[in-house]
């Protein structure tokens, strides 16, 4: 099981980090960290640059981060069209892990505000397809 | 080192549809950067094509290009970084020209945007961003720059209004450009009543794809002293790099990749930001020159906004900026764009910019930004 399944419209399947789904599916959003020099990925990744390692275990992104920025989607791509309006935010947690996705419904867009606290929390969306949200910590 | 200069520069019109062929578009560019000049293709070294491939029918349209151009048997590629694609282009020529391997080089940008249906044109849209971890949110180009938007209003009290203070100076001036594809002024209130795309971006926020061509001829410093009558040096070549993920990106107040490849080119130039005395900055969206002030250094970290809100960038004002409508007005046919900005500023230093010309005009600057702030490329013109 791959990326296919996951977000709103998928591009590709295959990655070495795919297990990111199945966390997903656990109710866990994770991160990793490289096994050898500690560096810490969030978009997740195997693959270390900086020590040339393929080697890193995951770890779960927990506890409040702060919304930086958000914008309210109107017109959305293919696969979209029906999705809009939708609001896309970029989330600061610990650890320096800098997050993008997309904030809960629940939230009206007067009601956002730069410096909130929020969380991070799988949905499972229609069609058996899961992605992760951001919900008012 | 051999020093390198513009000899010749042209576009097409740009247009939502130009009904032509992508090899009769760029022949329109091509003939008006080679008019005038005492060279012929035969003297043509080596030509360089540029365009974002996903929106091309044609694969490898650089080998048709040359064809068209009968330019073979000389070598002829393609490079692309979206947006910026013919900025990268002139960057290319300039190092082949310097390493001595070619004497003159020709760059062509297009874009056909036309040539996609709608459907296929929204279907690209949605594989801008990472289509792991982002595209699958529903992330586009403006929602990119939106939430660079909604940060730099936050953390320094820009406004929309300000933001549409970008839009109704290059609208007047592209009133006057022939060549642009949205020819009307606009007031704020057109601009502030406009629908919302992705807050807090609004329809006039943005430009539009387009239709068009860019062409821009390169030569070696003894021969442009030769073939043209005002050589325009390039003295200043700056080329920088972010993240293609929105969460990679260190500062959302702030085009890092535009500020690196300013310091880069700068330096070169031996300039500074107060020598320059018109820019062409990437304003695919009205933030997006504001952002462009400040990463350039026209104006400090946060002040931006002021310096439209005081006509500083027009014309008559200390730094005239988009002169020519900017790609809000012109529009913006991706891989033709950066040829376009460049040949506006050549014009405008050879004292040629009859629709709004900078008085005494000597040295200018071309910022050119691929992606949401992912490929910044800046380029310094000297007359």
Known sequence: MGFESFGTVSFTAEAKVADFVTYLEQGK?????????????????????????????????????????????????????NDAPYTLVIVDFADGLRIFGRLSRDIKESDIKIGMDVKVVPVKLADDRISYEFQRA | MEEVAIVGVGQSTF??????????????????????????????????????????????PSGLISEYLELTPKPTFYVESVCSSSSTGLRVAWSLIKSGLHKVVAVIGFQKMSELTSREAAERMGRGGDIIWESPFGITMPAGYAMYARAHMAKYDTTEEQMAMVRVKNSSYGARNPKANYRKELSIDDVMNSDVITSPLKMFDCCANCDGSSSIIVARGDVAKRVSK????????????????????KSVTGLECSQEAARQAYEMAGVKPEDIDVAEVHDCFTISEILAYEDLGFAKPGEGARLIEEKQTYADGKIPVNVDGGLLSKGHPIGATGGSQIRTIVRQLRGEATEAQVKGAEIGLVHNVGGVGQYGNVTILRR
């Open chain 1, 29 to 81: 959003v994770m991160a990793t960290q490289c096994k050898n020099c500690g560096a810490k990925y969030f978009p997740p990744q195997m693959d270390c640059p900086r020590c040339l390692s393929t080697d890193a275990e995951w770890f779960e992104v927990k506890g409040s981060g702060k919304l930086i920025t958000y914008t309210t989607v109107q017109y959305g791509p293919s696969g979209f069209e």
């Open chain 2, 15 to 60: 247009t939502r549809k130009c009904g032509v062929s992508v090899r009769e578009l760029c022949f329109q560019a091509y003939k008006e950067a080679m008019e005038g000049l005492d060279i012929t293709k035969d003297d043509i070294d080596a030509s360089i094509v540029c365009s974002a491939p996903e929106y091309d029918k044609q694969r490898t």
């Open chain 2, 230 to 249: 005002i050589p325009i040096w390039v003295i200043g070549v700056g080329a920088a790099t972010d993240t293609m993920t929105m969460s990679g990106r």
